[in-house]
Protein backbone atom coordinates (compact mmCIF):
# COMPACT_ATOMS: atom_id res chain seq x y z
CA UNK A 1 0.00 0.00 0.00
CA UNK A 2 1.27 3.51 -1.03
CA UNK A 3 2.22 6.15 2.00
CA UNK A 4 -0.27 8.53 2.50
CA UNK A 5 1.04 12.57 3.19
CA UNK A 6 -1.33 14.70 4.79
CA UNK A 7 -0.47 17.92 4.32
CA UNK A 8 -3.00 20.49 6.93
CA UNK A 9 -1.92 24.14 8.07
CA UNK A 10 -2.10 22.75 11.56
CA UNK A 11 -0.97 19.36 12.42
CA UNK A 12 -2.24 17.06 15.08
CA UNK A 13 1.08 15.96 16.70
CA UNK A 14 1.29 13.07 19.14
CA UNK A 15 1.47 15.48 22.00
CA UNK A 16 -1.90 16.71 21.53
CA UNK A 17 -4.67 15.05 23.62
CA UNK A 18 -6.88 12.85 21.19
CA UNK A 19 -9.23 14.97 23.85
CA UNK A 20 -8.85 17.49 22.29
CA UNK A 21 -7.76 16.90 19.20
CA UNK A 22 -11.60 16.06 17.27
CA UNK A 23 -12.82 12.98 15.08
CA UNK A 24 -11.21 14.72 11.96
CA UNK A 25 -7.45 14.89 13.83
CA UNK A 26 -7.85 10.99 15.37
CA UNK A 27 -9.72 10.03 11.27
CA UNK A 28 -6.78 10.77 9.91
CA UNK A 29 -4.28 9.78 12.36
CA UNK A 30 -5.67 6.38 12.31
CA UNK A 31 -5.29 5.86 8.26
CA UNK A 32 -1.44 7.06 8.84
CA UNK A 33 -1.13 4.30 11.53
CA UNK A 34 -2.50 1.42 9.20
CA UNK A 35 -0.78 2.92 5.94
CA UNK A 36 1.96 4.53 7.39
CA UNK A 37 2.78 7.81 6.29
CA UNK A 38 3.43 11.68 6.83
CA UNK A 39 1.66 14.35 8.29
CA UNK A 40 3.04 17.62 7.32
CA UNK A 41 2.30 21.49 8.46
CA UNK A 42 2.83 24.45 10.20
CA UNK A 43 4.22 23.73 13.92
CA UNK A 44 1.61 26.92 15.20
CA UNK A 45 5.30 28.38 15.96
CA UNK A 46 6.28 31.80 14.73
CA UNK A 47 10.07 32.50 14.93
CA UNK A 48 12.44 34.80 13.91
CA UNK A 49 14.69 32.75 11.92
CA UNK A 50 12.52 29.73 10.93
CA UNK A 51 14.72 26.70 9.81
CA UNK A 52 14.26 25.42 6.14
CA UNK A 53 14.05 22.03 7.03
CA UNK A 54 10.93 20.29 9.37
CA UNK A 55 11.02 19.18 12.68
CA UNK A 56 10.56 15.48 12.88
CA UNK A 57 9.03 13.48 15.64
CA UNK A 58 8.24 9.68 14.85
CA UNK A 59 5.40 7.78 16.73
CA UNK A 60 4.93 4.29 15.33
CA UNK A 61 4.38 4.38 11.53
CA UNK A 62 4.09 8.18 11.50
CA UNK A 63 6.20 11.03 10.94
CA UNK A 64 5.18 14.18 12.06
CA UNK A 65 7.26 17.12 10.17
CA UNK A 66 6.28 20.88 11.16
CA UNK A 67 7.75 24.45 10.01
CA UNK A 68 7.86 26.96 11.82
CA UNK A 69 6.95 30.52 10.10
CA UNK A 70 8.74 34.04 9.98
CA UNK A 71 6.50 37.19 11.74
CA UNK A 72 6.61 38.48 8.14
CA UNK A 73 5.23 35.21 6.59
CA UNK A 74 2.75 34.82 9.36
CA UNK A 75 1.08 38.28 8.78
CA UNK A 76 0.99 37.85 5.23
CA UNK A 77 -0.21 33.87 4.53
CA UNK A 78 -1.90 33.62 7.88
CA UNK A 79 -3.48 36.43 9.32
CA UNK A 80 -4.12 38.72 6.15
CA UNK A 81 -4.89 36.06 2.46
CA UNK A 82 -5.66 33.30 4.36
CA UNK A 83 -7.90 34.78 6.85
CA UNK A 84 -8.61 38.16 6.32
CA UNK A 85 -8.88 37.44 2.23
CA UNK A 86 -9.93 33.95 1.47
CA UNK A 87 -12.03 32.98 4.37
CA UNK A 88 -14.09 36.41 3.66
CA UNK A 89 -14.52 35.46 0.47
CA UNK A 90 -15.64 31.73 1.04
CA UNK A 91 -18.26 32.64 3.81
CA UNK A 92 -19.96 35.04 0.60
CA UNK A 93 -18.36 38.25 2.11
CA UNK A 94 -17.54 40.32 -0.54
CA UNK A 95 -17.54 43.53 2.46
CA UNK A 96 -15.10 42.98 4.29
CA UNK A 97 -11.86 41.23 2.05
CA UNK A 98 -8.88 43.14 2.67
CA UNK A 99 -6.81 42.12 -0.77
CA UNK A 100 -3.23 42.97 -0.81
CA UNK A 101 -0.79 41.88 -3.68
CA UNK A 102 1.83 41.40 -1.29
CA UNK A 103 -0.73 39.40 1.15
CA UNK A 104 -1.29 36.96 -2.09
CA UNK A 105 2.48 37.13 -2.97
CA UNK A 106 3.49 36.18 0.63
CA UNK A 107 0.87 33.24 0.72
CA UNK A 108 1.95 31.69 -2.38
CA UNK A 109 5.81 32.01 -0.91
CA UNK A 110 4.65 30.23 2.08
CA UNK A 111 3.13 27.73 -0.48
CA UNK A 112 5.89 26.76 -2.19
CA UNK A 113 8.75 26.91 1.26
CA UNK A 114 6.46 24.21 2.07
CA UNK A 115 6.06 22.05 -0.80
CA UNK A 116 9.96 22.31 -1.15
CA UNK A 117 10.28 21.76 2.03
CA UNK A 118 8.36 18.67 1.77
CA UNK A 119 9.40 17.69 -1.73
CA UNK A 120 13.02 15.24 -0.39
CA UNK A 121 10.72 13.39 1.78
CA UNK A 122 8.32 12.18 -0.96
CA UNK A 123 8.99 8.91 -2.17
CA UNK A 124 7.76 8.88 -6.29
CA UNK A 125 4.65 6.55 -4.99
CA UNK A 126 3.10 8.61 -1.83
CA UNK A 127 -0.15 9.94 -2.36
CA UNK A 128 -0.60 13.49 -1.26
CA UNK A 129 -3.78 14.73 0.74
CA UNK A 130 -3.94 18.20 1.24
CA UNK A 131 -6.22 20.10 3.65
CA UNK A 132 -7.86 23.31 3.31
CA UNK A 133 -7.41 27.13 2.22
CA UNK A 134 -4.62 27.53 3.31
CA UNK A 135 -3.04 25.51 0.96
CA UNK A 136 -4.79 26.15 -2.49
CA UNK A 137 -1.45 26.47 -4.03
CA UNK A 138 0.64 23.40 -2.67
CA UNK A 139 0.33 20.84 -5.49
CA UNK A 140 1.45 23.41 -8.41
CA UNK A 141 4.43 24.40 -6.20
CA UNK A 142 5.10 20.34 -5.98
CA UNK A 143 4.46 20.20 -9.56
CA UNK A 144 7.10 23.37 -10.44
CA UNK A 145 9.44 20.80 -8.24
CA UNK A 146 8.71 18.16 -10.74
CA UNK A 147 6.80 15.93 -8.55
CA UNK A 148 4.52 13.67 -10.35
CA UNK A 149 2.71 11.87 -6.84
CA UNK A 150 -1.32 11.79 -7.00
CA UNK A 151 -1.92 14.65 -5.27
CA UNK A 152 -6.00 15.90 -3.77
CA UNK A 153 -7.26 18.80 -2.17
CA UNK A 154 -10.57 18.80 0.33
CA UNK A 155 -11.93 21.91 0.81
CA UNK A 156 -13.23 22.20 4.55
CA UNK A 157 -15.04 25.80 4.11
CA UNK A 158 -17.95 26.71 1.22
CA UNK A 159 -16.43 27.98 -2.42
CA UNK A 160 -18.18 30.64 -3.21
CA UNK A 161 -19.94 31.34 -6.77
CA UNK A 162 -18.55 32.26 -10.17
CA UNK A 163 -20.02 35.95 -9.44
CA UNK A 164 -18.07 36.20 -6.17
CA UNK A 165 -14.48 34.31 -6.73
CA UNK A 166 -13.84 36.89 -9.77
CA UNK A 167 -13.92 39.40 -7.11
CA UNK A 168 -10.62 38.43 -6.14
CA UNK A 169 -7.93 39.81 -8.32
CA UNK A 170 -5.53 36.83 -8.06
CA UNK A 171 -8.87 34.33 -8.77
CA UNK A 172 -6.64 33.04 -12.08
CA UNK A 173 -3.67 32.37 -10.07
CA UNK A 174 -5.35 30.82 -7.58
CA UNK A 175 -7.65 28.97 -10.01
CA UNK A 176 -4.94 27.75 -12.08
CA UNK A 177 -3.04 26.42 -9.04
CA UNK A 178 -5.96 24.34 -7.58
CA UNK A 179 -6.25 22.86 -11.10
CA UNK A 180 -2.46 21.02 -10.23
CA UNK A 181 -4.64 19.03 -7.88
CA UNK A 182 -5.47 15.20 -9.33
CA UNK A 183 -8.84 15.53 -6.98
CA UNK A 184 -10.65 18.71 -5.70
CA UNK A 185 -13.24 17.59 -3.29
CA UNK A 186 -16.13 20.03 -1.82
CA UNK A 187 -18.32 19.59 1.32
CA UNK A 188 -21.89 19.85 -0.73
CA UNK A 189 -22.94 20.04 -4.37
CA UNK A 190 -23.64 23.85 -4.23
CA UNK A 191 -19.93 24.10 -3.55
CA UNK A 192 -19.17 21.72 -6.22
CA UNK A 193 -21.08 23.45 -8.82
CA UNK A 194 -19.94 26.50 -7.87
CA UNK A 195 -16.43 25.42 -8.59
CA UNK A 196 -17.76 23.91 -12.02
CA UNK A 197 -19.61 27.14 -12.97
CA UNK A 198 -16.49 29.34 -12.17
CA UNK A 199 -14.41 26.81 -14.59
CA UNK A 200 -16.80 26.46 -17.20
CA UNK A 201 -17.98 30.62 -17.36
CA UNK A 202 -14.67 32.04 -16.17
CA UNK A 203 -11.91 30.17 -17.75
CA UNK A 204 -13.39 28.38 -20.33
CA UNK A 205 -12.88 25.39 -19.45
CA UNK A 206 -14.94 21.51 -19.64
CA UNK A 207 -16.30 19.93 -17.41
CA UNK A 208 -17.69 16.45 -17.77
CA UNK A 209 -20.25 14.74 -15.63
CA UNK A 210 -18.12 12.59 -13.96
CA UNK A 211 -16.69 15.48 -12.59
CA UNK A 212 -13.10 15.32 -14.75
CA UNK A 213 -12.51 18.64 -16.16
CA UNK A 214 -9.59 20.06 -18.29
CA UNK A 215 -8.89 23.82 -17.44
CA UNK A 216 -5.51 25.83 -17.94
CA UNK A 217 -4.31 23.02 -20.07
CA UNK A 218 -4.59 20.35 -17.03
CA UNK A 219 -7.15 17.65 -16.64
CA UNK A 220 -8.48 16.91 -12.76
CA UNK A 221 -11.33 15.72 -11.03
CA UNK A 222 -13.72 17.61 -8.67
CA UNK A 223 -16.47 15.90 -6.66
CA UNK A 224 -18.27 15.88 -2.87
CA UNK A 225 -17.25 14.46 -0.21
CA UNK A 226 -19.32 15.22 3.10
CA UNK A 227 -17.99 15.43 6.25
CA UNK A 228 -19.24 13.47 9.14
CA UNK A 229 -18.43 12.54 12.42
CA UNK A 230 -17.28 9.51 14.75
CA UNK A 231 -21.20 9.02 15.44
CA UNK A 232 -20.83 6.12 17.38
CA UNK A 233 -17.97 7.11 19.46
CA UNK A 234 -19.37 10.72 20.17
CA UNK A 235 -22.92 9.21 21.10
CA UNK A 236 -20.99 6.69 23.73
CA UNK A 237 -18.86 9.55 24.79
CA UNK A 238 -22.40 11.33 25.35
CA UNK A 239 -23.76 8.59 27.47
CA UNK A 240 -20.79 8.36 29.90
CA UNK A 241 -20.47 12.27 29.84
CA UNK A 242 -24.17 12.40 31.21
CA UNK A 243 -23.26 11.57 34.29
CA UNK A 244 -20.13 13.02 34.68
CA UNK A 245 -18.79 15.87 37.39
CA UNK A 246 -19.28 18.83 34.82
CA UNK A 247 -22.78 18.09 33.09
CA UNK A 248 -24.33 17.22 36.59
CA UNK A 249 -22.98 20.56 38.24
CA UNK A 250 -24.21 22.53 34.92
CA UNK A 251 -27.48 20.76 35.19
CA UNK A 252 -27.85 21.83 38.84
CA UNK A 253 -27.22 25.41 38.17
CA UNK A 254 -30.16 24.94 35.68
CA UNK A 255 -32.87 23.98 38.53
CA UNK A 256 -34.82 22.67 35.88
CA UNK A 257 -34.86 25.18 33.46
CA UNK A 258 -34.17 24.14 30.01
CA UNK A 259 -31.36 24.78 27.87
CA UNK A 260 -30.45 26.27 24.62
CA UNK A 261 -26.91 25.41 23.61
CA UNK A 262 -24.51 27.20 21.34
CA UNK A 263 -21.15 25.96 20.16
CA UNK A 264 -19.00 28.06 17.87
CA UNK A 265 -15.69 29.52 17.33
CA UNK A 266 -15.73 33.52 17.66
CA UNK A 267 -16.31 34.00 14.25
CA UNK A 268 -18.85 36.36 11.75
CA UNK A 269 -19.60 33.40 9.92
CA UNK A 270 -21.21 31.48 12.40
CA UNK A 271 -23.86 34.48 13.03
CA UNK A 272 -23.28 34.49 16.61
CA UNK A 273 -25.67 38.35 17.21
CA UNK A 274 -28.63 37.06 15.51
CA UNK A 275 -28.19 34.51 17.67
CA UNK A 276 -28.56 36.38 20.71
CA UNK A 277 -31.24 38.41 19.01
CA UNK A 278 -33.08 35.69 18.50
CA UNK A 279 -32.78 34.49 21.73
CA UNK A 280 -33.87 38.22 23.30
CA UNK A 281 -36.98 38.48 20.86
CA UNK A 282 -38.06 35.04 22.32
CA UNK A 283 -38.11 36.33 25.74
CA UNK A 284 -39.88 39.67 24.57
CA UNK A 285 -42.83 37.72 22.59
CA UNK A 286 -43.38 34.64 24.67
CA UNK A 287 -43.15 36.30 29.10
CA UNK A 288 -43.61 32.26 29.59
CA UNK A 289 -39.97 31.65 28.82
CA UNK A 290 -38.64 34.03 30.85
CA UNK A 291 -37.13 32.26 34.07
CA UNK A 292 -37.58 28.94 32.71
CA UNK A 293 -35.08 28.73 29.67
CA UNK A 294 -31.13 29.46 29.67
CA UNK A 295 -29.09 30.21 26.58
CA UNK A 296 -25.46 28.82 26.53
CA UNK A 297 -23.38 30.45 23.92
CA UNK A 298 -19.51 28.40 24.08
CA UNK A 299 -17.45 30.96 21.87
CA UNK A 300 -13.52 30.83 21.97
CA UNK A 301 -12.02 33.66 20.68
CA UNK A 302 -10.12 32.53 17.22
CA UNK A 303 -8.08 34.62 15.20
CA UNK A 304 -8.08 37.79 17.96
CA UNK A 305 -5.34 39.21 15.54
CA UNK A 306 -7.28 40.17 13.11
CA UNK A 307 -9.63 43.67 13.63
CA UNK A 308 -12.97 42.36 12.69
CA UNK A 309 -13.13 39.52 15.21
CA UNK A 310 -11.96 41.76 17.85
CA UNK A 311 -14.83 44.14 16.35
CA UNK A 312 -17.58 41.12 16.47
CA UNK A 313 -16.46 40.27 20.31
CA UNK A 314 -17.27 43.39 21.33
CA UNK A 315 -20.39 43.34 19.39
CA UNK A 316 -21.50 40.16 20.82
CA UNK A 317 -20.72 41.19 24.55
CA UNK A 318 -22.53 43.88 23.93
CA UNK A 319 -25.81 41.99 22.85
CA UNK A 320 -25.48 40.02 25.28
CA UNK A 321 -25.15 42.37 28.12
CA UNK A 322 -28.03 44.20 27.11
CA UNK A 323 -30.51 40.98 27.02
CA UNK A 324 -29.42 40.19 30.65
CA UNK A 325 -29.79 43.51 32.03
CA UNK A 326 -33.12 43.90 30.81
CA UNK A 327 -34.03 40.41 31.44
CA UNK A 328 -32.26 39.29 34.51
CA UNK A 329 -34.09 37.81 37.34
CA UNK A 330 -31.86 38.03 40.57
CA UNK A 331 -31.53 34.28 40.62
CA UNK A 332 -31.63 34.26 36.63
CA UNK A 333 -29.40 35.03 34.00
CA UNK A 334 -30.89 34.53 30.30
CA UNK A 335 -27.06 34.37 28.51
CA UNK A 336 -24.48 32.61 29.80
CA UNK A 337 -21.89 33.67 27.12
CA UNK A 338 -18.33 31.57 27.88
CA UNK A 339 -15.48 32.76 25.15
CA UNK A 340 -13.33 29.56 26.01
CA UNK A 341 -13.53 25.77 24.62
CA UNK A 342 -13.96 22.80 26.31
CA UNK A 343 -12.69 19.32 26.22
CA UNK A 344 -14.96 16.98 23.53
CA UNK A 345 -16.54 14.76 26.59
CA UNK A 346 -17.76 17.56 28.23
CA UNK A 347 -19.12 19.39 25.23
CA UNK A 348 -21.13 15.98 24.87
CA UNK A 349 -22.23 15.92 27.94
CA UNK A 350 -23.61 19.70 27.69
CA UNK A 351 -25.13 19.25 24.17
CA UNK A 352 -27.23 15.96 26.00
CA UNK A 353 -28.34 18.38 28.80
CA UNK A 354 -29.57 20.68 26.34
CA UNK A 355 -33.01 20.55 25.01
CA UNK A 356 -32.02 22.51 21.53
CA UNK A 357 -28.86 22.76 19.45
CA UNK A 358 -29.09 26.42 18.36
CA UNK A 359 -26.68 25.98 14.91
CA UNK A 360 -26.92 29.03 12.40
CA UNK A 361 -24.06 29.77 10.57
CA UNK A 362 -24.67 32.80 7.42
CA UNK A 363 -22.35 29.97 5.63
CA UNK A 364 -20.91 27.47 6.80
CA UNK A 365 -18.86 24.12 4.71
CA UNK A 366 -20.71 22.13 6.76
CA UNK A 367 -20.84 22.39 11.00
CA UNK A 368 -19.46 19.30 12.84
CA UNK A 369 -20.89 20.76 15.83
CA UNK A 370 -24.80 19.90 14.25
CA UNK A 371 -24.10 16.57 13.99
CA UNK A 372 -22.41 16.11 17.36
CA UNK A 373 -25.05 17.39 18.72
CA UNK A 374 -27.75 14.92 16.84
CA UNK A 375 -25.45 12.48 17.85
CA UNK A 376 -25.29 13.12 21.94
CA UNK A 377 -28.82 12.99 22.53
CA UNK A 378 -30.38 10.39 24.08
CA UNK A 379 -32.74 8.39 21.88
CA UNK A 380 -35.49 7.92 24.77
CA UNK A 381 -35.69 11.94 25.14
CA UNK A 382 -33.69 14.04 22.45
CA UNK A 383 -33.63 17.79 21.98
CA UNK A 384 -34.64 19.45 18.76
CA UNK A 385 -31.21 20.62 16.29
CA UNK A 386 -32.85 24.17 15.06
CA UNK A 387 -29.67 24.63 11.92
CA UNK A 388 -29.31 27.23 9.59
CA UNK A 389 -30.20 26.61 5.84
CA UNK A 390 -26.62 27.86 5.14
CA UNK A 391 -25.00 25.27 6.80
CA UNK A 392 -23.20 22.07 4.60
CA UNK A 393 -25.40 19.80 7.17
CA UNK A 394 -28.34 20.96 6.34
CA UNK A 395 -28.41 19.55 3.11
CA UNK A 396 -28.23 15.47 4.87
CA UNK A 397 -30.05 17.08 8.26
CA UNK A 398 -33.31 17.93 6.91
CA UNK A 399 -34.91 16.32 9.74
CA UNK A 400 -33.57 19.14 11.80
CA UNK A 401 -35.83 22.79 12.59
CA UNK A 402 -34.30 24.37 9.24
CA UNK A 403 -33.64 28.45 9.48
CA UNK A 404 -32.98 30.80 7.48
CA UNK A 405 -30.18 33.06 9.84
CA UNK A 406 -30.93 36.14 8.57
CA UNK A 407 -34.32 36.05 9.24
CA UNK A 408 -33.95 36.87 13.44
CA UNK A 409 -38.10 36.39 13.64
CA UNK A 410 -37.94 33.16 11.84
CA UNK A 411 -35.01 31.70 14.00
CA UNK A 412 -37.48 33.12 17.17
CA UNK A 413 -40.47 31.01 16.22
CA UNK A 414 -38.49 28.22 15.58
CA UNK A 415 -36.93 28.46 19.54
CA UNK A 416 -40.69 28.65 20.30
CA UNK A 417 -41.57 25.69 18.56
CA UNK A 418 -38.41 23.32 19.52
CA UNK A 419 -39.13 23.99 23.38
CA UNK A 420 -42.71 23.16 23.36
CA UNK A 421 -42.10 20.45 20.75
CA UNK A 422 -44.03 17.09 21.62
CA UNK A 423 -41.75 13.86 22.32
CA UNK A 424 -42.78 11.41 19.80
CA UNK A 425 -42.25 14.46 17.08
CA UNK A 426 -38.56 14.75 18.84
CA UNK A 427 -37.94 11.29 18.62
CA UNK A 428 -38.74 10.72 14.97
CA UNK A 429 -36.59 14.21 13.91
CA UNK A 430 -33.88 12.57 15.91
CA UNK A 431 -34.30 9.24 14.53
CA UNK A 432 -34.30 10.28 10.69
CA UNK A 433 -31.12 12.56 11.58
CA UNK A 434 -29.09 9.34 13.50
CA UNK A 435 -30.13 6.96 10.32
CA UNK A 436 -28.12 10.01 8.28
CA UNK A 437 -25.13 9.85 10.56
CA UNK A 438 -24.51 6.36 10.78
CA UNK A 439 -24.44 5.88 7.03
CA UNK A 440 -21.73 8.78 6.65
CA UNK A 441 -19.50 9.00 9.44
CA UNK A 442 -15.97 10.79 9.18
CA UNK A 443 -14.54 7.07 8.48
CA UNK A 444 -17.08 6.43 5.18
CA UNK A 445 -15.78 10.31 4.28
CA UNK A 446 -12.00 9.39 4.57
CA UNK A 447 -11.84 6.03 3.27
CA UNK A 448 -14.47 7.39 -0.20
CA UNK A 449 -11.65 9.93 -0.69
CA UNK A 450 -8.59 8.11 0.01
CA UNK A 451 -10.16 5.29 -2.30
CA UNK A 452 -10.92 8.14 -5.27
CA UNK A 453 -7.46 9.63 -5.01
CA UNK A 454 -6.04 6.26 -5.26
CA UNK A 455 -7.63 5.65 -8.33
CA UNK A 456 -6.90 8.49 -10.34
CA UNK A 457 -4.45 7.76 -12.82
CA UNK A 458 -0.84 9.10 -12.25
CA UNK A 459 0.72 11.74 -14.37
CA UNK A 460 3.36 11.25 -16.50
P1 LIG B 1 -14.99 25.07 11.96
O1 LIG B 1 -15.33 26.39 11.36
O2 LIG B 1 -14.01 25.11 13.07
O3 LIG B 1 -14.48 24.03 10.87
P2 LIG B 1 -17.15 23.19 13.01
O4 LIG B 1 -17.34 22.17 11.95
O5 LIG B 1 -18.44 23.65 13.60
O6 LIG B 1 -16.44 24.49 12.49
O7 LIG B 1 -16.27 22.66 14.22
C1 LIG B 1 -15.17 21.86 14.06
C2 LIG B 1 -14.84 21.18 15.39
O8 LIG B 1 -14.47 22.13 16.41
C3 LIG B 1 -16.00 20.37 15.95
O9 LIG B 1 -15.57 19.07 16.23
C4 LIG B 1 -16.42 21.10 17.22
O10 LIG B 1 -16.85 20.27 18.27
C5 LIG B 1 -15.14 21.82 17.62
N1 LIG B 1 -15.51 23.03 18.34
C6 LIG B 1 -16.20 24.10 17.88
N2 LIG B 1 -16.39 25.00 18.86
C7 LIG B 1 -15.82 24.48 19.97
C8 LIG B 1 -15.71 24.92 21.35
N3 LIG B 1 -16.27 26.05 21.75
N4 LIG B 1 -15.04 24.12 22.22
C9 LIG B 1 -14.52 22.95 21.82
N5 LIG B 1 -14.61 22.48 20.55
C10 LIG B 1 -15.25 23.23 19.66
C11 LIG B 1 -14.28 24.03 9.43
C12 LIG B 1 -15.45 24.52 8.58
C13 LIG B 1 -16.70 23.72 8.90
C14 LIG B 1 -16.44 22.22 8.70
C15 LIG B 1 -15.18 21.80 9.45
C16 LIG B 1 -14.79 20.36 9.11
O11 LIG B 1 -15.67 25.91 8.79
O12 LIG B 1 -17.78 24.12 8.07
O13 LIG B 1 -17.54 21.49 9.22
O14 LIG B 1 -14.09 22.63 9.09
O15 LIG B 1 -14.69 20.15 7.74
Known amino acids: MARLVIVSNRVSTPRERLSRAGGLAVALRDALQKQGGVWFGWSGEVVDRPDPSPRITNAGKITYATLDLSPVDHEAYYNSYANSTLWPLCHYRLGLIDFRREHFEGYRSVNARFAQSLAPMLRPDDVVWVHDY ?19 FF ?10 FSALPSHRELARDLCAYDLIGFQTESDLSAFTRYIEQEIGGTVHPDGTFEAFGQRSRAATFPI ?11 RLAAVSPETTRLKESLVGRELVIGVDRLDYSKGLPNKVEAFGELLGRWPEHRNKVTFMQ ?43 SFARPTLAGFYRASRVGFVTPLRDGMNLVAKEYVAAQDPADPGVLILSRFAGAAKELKAALIVNPFDVDGMTDALHLALGMPLDERRSRHAAMMDVLHANTITTWRDRFLEELNTTPQRT
Open 134 to 152: HFLSFAAELRRGGRKNRVG
Open 155 to 164: LHIPFPPPEL
Open 228 to 238: GIDTDAFTGLA
Open 298 to 340: IAPVSRGEVAQYRALRRQIEGGAGRLNGKFAEFDWVPVRYLNR
